[in-house]
């Protein structure tokens, strides 16, 4: 079983950039699909990124397509998502999600607990 915690979450002015974390335990994950989706109030979770296990395709929502980056550490057990050009809509709690395939991110097994991201207007 893997465990998952993110972090790295916060206010940010709109425009502004923030780096979140997902720091993986009792696997090690650097043969996994990795993703990120967000749960905004009021709203389902949704897809935000995701890295597939071999490491060779990412993915991106429309919404965050050009703004956000997901990549991976394997020395650190760590996938991370740079978010950049950040806007009030981007306002969500991010989890992070694993998968033990080598290809795309489709079904996650395993999830975090998630972390706040606010963005201010």
């Known amino acids: 079983q893997v465990q998952l915690v993110e972090s790295g979450g916060g206010l940010v002015q709109a425009g502004g950039s923030l780096r979140l974390s997902c720091a993986a335990s009792?696997?090690?994950?650097?043969?996994?699909?990795m993703g990120w989706f967000r749960q905004a109030p009021g709203k389902e979770r949704e897809f935000v990124a995701s890295?597939?296990?071999?490491?060779?395709?990412?993915y991106y929502a429309d919404s965050v397509k050009g703004r956000f980056t997901i990549s991976r550490d394997n020395a650190k057990n760590t996938v991370y998502l740079q978010m950049a050009s950040l806007k009030p809509e981007d306002t969500a709690v991010y989890y992070c999600?694993?998968?033990?395939?080598?290809?795309?991110?489709?079904?996650?097994?395993?999830w975090g607990q998630g972390t706040q991201v606010t963005v201010s207007s």
């Open positions: 999600a694993a998968e033990a395939v080598v290809g795309t991110l489709k079904n996650p097994r395993s």
């Open positions: 890295l597939s296990g071999s490491g060779g395709n990412t």
């Open positions: 009792g696997r090690t994950v650097s043969s996994y699909a």
